[in-house]
């Protein structure tokens, strides 16, 4: 009894912590997605059940910002995490020992995303962009002028985003890359394999559990996207780049519907939490049958 109350008396701070950092807010943000609640109208409050996120079953914007969403999500991560692969794999075959190389490519890392974007607003400004100029001394269509099109500016968010987590995505497989044994590599090429079937048939397969932590982490990063495409592009041209994320910073702190805003960051709450059960179930499954 006595270590079970020195047990209880160690664990309660943290758990205070995290209900008051963490829990409460959850709670009154959920309960505030279930009022009609309007800043600048607030004598008309009241509890409104579902009917926020009735609105955004009808609403054809969410709709299209939840498309903008996923088309995102899914070439961002897709994109980051082959990406990262293929760079962590050709690191580990031909500059196992550069381990300068760490410190150049998490550069992007230290970064923060409010001041990437703004770094890469004048990168593609259409007067005066370093990568606009270079752009067109190559003879390539993807300059600044891209940014006012529907295509060119999801195509440079995404590009964006990419080029910012993909260093996290290479110094996570470089990590489980130094975790296989030196014994099997070295069986490996006792045996004659070439690097393609030692990639092939000993690493990818050994990976799957970190592949899986990767997968967890960038579905986050991508599903929270919002400040870089914030600056670059504010939802535009249009709504072309209005992810979900940014709709609710609209309906939140521009129109002041707080109720309405908060219900879309539950759906994308709900959205966050299947997909992350899904990948545990991935990763038991994985490890099961290793």
Do not use: C
Request: proline fraction near 5%.
């Amino acid at each position: 009894m006595k270590d079970r109350g020195t047990a209880i008396a160690m664990v309660t701070p943290t758990v205070l912590i995290v209900a008051l950092v963490f829990i409460y807010p959850l709670l009154v943000s959920l309960w505030t997605s279930l009022q009609y609640k309007v800043l600048s109208q607030p004598h008309l409050t009241r509890f409104y059940g579902w009917g926020n996120y009735q609105w955004l079953l009808r609403e054809p914007r969410f709709w299209d910002a939840l498309g903008r969403s996923t088309v995102f999500f899914v070439a961002t991560v897709a994109v980051s995490m082959a990406l990262g692969m293929v760079v962590a794999l050709l690191l580990d075959h031909y500059l196992p020992h550069r381990r300068w190389l760490k410190a150049l490519y998490l550069v992007p890392m230290v970064v923060t995303p409010v001041v990437v974007g703004i770094q890469w607003r004048f990168l593609l400004n259409e007067q005066f962009g370093v990568l606009t100029w270079i752009l067109r001394v190559l003879r390539l269509p993807i300059g600044g002028e891209w940014l006012v099109t529907p295509f060119g500016a999801m195509f440079w968010v995404i590009v964006v985003d990419v080029w910012y987590y993909t260093p996290t995505v290479i110094l996570l497989f470089g990590a489980g890359l130094e975790a296989i044994p030196t014994e099997i590599r070295d069986a490996a090429r006792v045996d004659g394999a070439t690097a393609w079937q030692r990639t092939r048939l000993i690493f990818v397969p050994m990976l799957k559990p970190v592949l899986g932590v990767i997968l967890l982490i960038r579905t986050i990063g991508g599903l929270r996207a919002f400040d870089t495409i914030m600056v670059i592009t504010d939802g535009g041209p249009g709504r072309a780049t209005e992810v979900v994320n940014l709709l609710a910073y609209r309906y939140g702190l521009q129109y002041f519907d707080v109720g309405k805003a908060t219900a879309i960051g539950w759906v994308m709450l709900l959205v966050a939490l299947g997909l992350t059960a899904l990948y545990i179930r991935f990763l038991r499954v994985t490890a099961s049958a290793a």
